[in-house]
């Protein structure tokens, strides 16, 4: 059980739970086909991850690769974000009526998860090469906020919104702080190297944000995904197709 599920538990009704847990489910099961394939190739980046795989590699080629394989991975997870955002609360108006409630949740916790999904890359390579300690305190400082979060987020009256917001934030917080670990233990430009994995994301979360709070509509997130993350897109699925397809 989740500290965002223990605390609607204690603070809100069962059915309040119901409209959350069919939002979180939704939210997940989009990302869950993804989380599949990254699964059979967990073990050929944890070898390609390897510090000490390749001599020839210093840092700085380690972090570049690490920034590589993360954008490659944000430009394949986005498109699905964006099509469950945009289409699953049809589904949710069309077969579950009842849990209208759940789709301003799916919505907010696609793009919270989708930091989650972000932190595949860093995870592996602290768990590559033996730092996977440095994971422990960057998850109880997370559950740390996450309670401070959600706690707050009810004390000021923004009810279950409020707890998918400070949830979804807590995410950012988290990715972010992994990253930084990474860059860390590869004392290579932290700050910088995180900003840039992270920005694109960021952006487009923040922004989703107000779209969403404010009811504009909801097809200009599509603009705004290919503002954001067009060029990157094309080019990293060129690169993807050089390297798989032509070679």
């Not at 840092?59 to 974000?81: G, Q």
Request: hydrophobic letters at 50%.
């Amino acid at each position: 059980i989740t500290v965002d599920r223990l605390m609607i538990i204690k603070y809100f009704t069962l059915a309040d739970l119901g409209q959350y847990q069919l939002g979180k489910t939704m939210a997940y099961g989009v990302l869950m086909s993804l989380d599949a394939v990254l699964f059979i190739f967990y073990p050929k980046i944890l070898k390609y991850l390897h510090v000490n795989d390749d001599k020839k590699k210093n840092n700085s080629n380690r972090s570049s690769d690490l920034i590589k394989i993360t954008n490659y991975l944000d430009v394949l997870v986005m498109p699905l974000i964006l099509i469950g955002i945009i289409f699953l609360p049809l589904l949710i108006n069309y077969a579950l009526p009842n849990y209208s409630a759940s789709i301003y949740i799916t919505k907010i916790l696609l793009l919270g998860y989708g930091f989650q999904n972000l932190t595949y890359t860093p995870s592996s390579f602290l768990v590559a090469n033996d730092q996977q300690k440095k994971l422990s305190p960057i998850i109880i400082l997370s559950l740390l906020f996450m309670f401070l979060g959600n706690y707050s987020a009810i004390k000021l009256g923004y009810g279950i919104d409020g707890i998918v917001i400070a949830t979804s934030l807590i995410y950012l917080i988290y990715s972010s702080l992994v990253f930084i670990a990474c860059f860390h233990h590869l004392n290579e430009k932290i700050i910088k190297n995180t900003i840039t994995v992270i920005w694109k994301r960021s952006s487009f979360f923040l922004i989703t944000l107000i779209v969403i709070n404010y009811n504009y509509n909801i097809f200009l997130l599509i603009a705004i995904y290919l503002i954001i993350y067009g060029y990157a897109s094309l080019k990293s699925f060129g690169e993807l197709k050089h390297k798989f397809f032509i070679n």
